[in-house]
């Protein structure tokens, strides 16, 4: 294990390296930029607007997401429109109606102390409602839990994450009456992908048609809303890449999370893996496919994140997909 751990970190501090020996001394301002947006290329910066600058920007502290892992399962799951889950989620082979966590006034109750702990008493904080569909439920059900957090006087918004065909006019409807009670609400759809052929090997159980009118009646009410989408699927090519960002910026969206490919043990990617060997995505070639996407969005699209990080244990591949290397794909996105 500690030959490992060695391994690892000698691998990022190359990388380390390799970033100031081809670009030399880092600015003052390395990082996410706001302002203009730069063109994609080996020696130009990105520009980019992250969630932490938007927060800052607009309530001029920091405020924190607290993670939030309910009973909720999904239609891909559950049997109403497949069964399983797509084919990169673990949580697909967890039966639904198994509680994982701890209450969700509990889990916000240690997300502030865990936060205040850290950032001090001044942070504020967001509760993303991020396990599987959480829109996937009755109208007084989602009611209770969205109205959970209007207890904690820190938390001035929600964010769900759910899938396009989860949001029927009722649950927007009533996700909409809270932004009287919120200052910020964001639903954040997982796309994946604008190719309906790679939607439909994976899985997913819904098309990219879902996702844009799904966008556009969340927009209707006022509702902020984000895509995830999935970088280096390995049947699909960079163009593919860019008409995915495309079709999300199309779509209107205010935010954009974009993951790279990974295989995680225990999903049926991981026994395609097996018999097929992927070509996954070295980290210098997700890194230019990133630029590239990033520079599709309109200026003012918060970029999320651009990196995945698998539960410990778990990752088959790319080795990337793990916390040591956050840092170092966010210097090589804005060197």
């Known amino acids: ?115 205040k702990k850290r950032y001090g008493d001044g942070v504020l904080f967001t509760a993303y409602f991020q396990a599987n569909s959480n829109t996937y439920a009755g109208t007084d059900e989602l009611k209770k839990l969205y109205s959970a957090p209007l207890a904690f006087k820190e938390i001035i918004g929600i964010s769900i994450g759910t899938r396009p065909d989860c949001v029927g006019d009722e649950v927007l409807e009533l996700i909409g009456s809270f932004k009287e009670k919120y200052r910020e609400i964001w639903l954040e759809f997982g796309l994946q992908s604008s190719n309906d052929r790679t939607l439909k090997r994976i899985n997913r159980g819904h098309s990219a048609g879902d996702f844009a009118d799904a966008v556009k009646r969340a927009k209707a009410k006022g509702i902020k809303t984000a895509a995830h989408i999935i970088i280096g699927f390995p049947w699909e090519t960079p163009a593919d890449y860019i008409n995915t960002a495309r079709f999300a910026a199309l779509a209107g969206v205010d935010g954009v999370k974009i993951h790279p490919f990974h295989i995680i043990r225990g999903t049926r990617l991981a026994a395609e893996h097996e018999k097929e060997g992927f070509r996954l995505l070295p980290l210098e070639e997700y890194v230019s496919a990133l630029k590239g996407i990033i520079g599709v969005f309109p200026e003012g699209t918060v970029i999320m994140r651009f990196t995945a990080e698998a539960p410990p244990g778990m990752l088959i591949a790319p080795d990337y997909c793990t916390p040591e290397y956050k840092n170092v794909i966010k210097e090589m996105v804005s060197e």
């Open 1 to 115: 294990m500690r030959m490992r751990m060695f391994s690892r970190f000698t691998r990022i501090l190359t990388f380390r390296r390799k970033l100031w020996t081809r670009w030399g001394a880092r600015s003052k301002n390395r990082g996410c930029v706001c302002g203009a947006r730069g063109k994609t290329g080996a020696m130009d910066k990105i520009s980019y607007l992250s969630l932490n600058q938007y927060y800052r920007g607009k309530y001029n502290r920091r405020v924190q997401r607290i993670t939030l892992s309910l009973d909720f399962t999904c239609p891909n799951i559950d049997g109403t429109k497949g069964t399983g889950g797509c084919a990169y989620c673990h949580d697909g082979s967890i039966p639904a109606g198994r509680s994982r966590e701890a209450p969700v006034e509990e889990q916000l109750k240690r997300g502030i102390e865990a936060g």
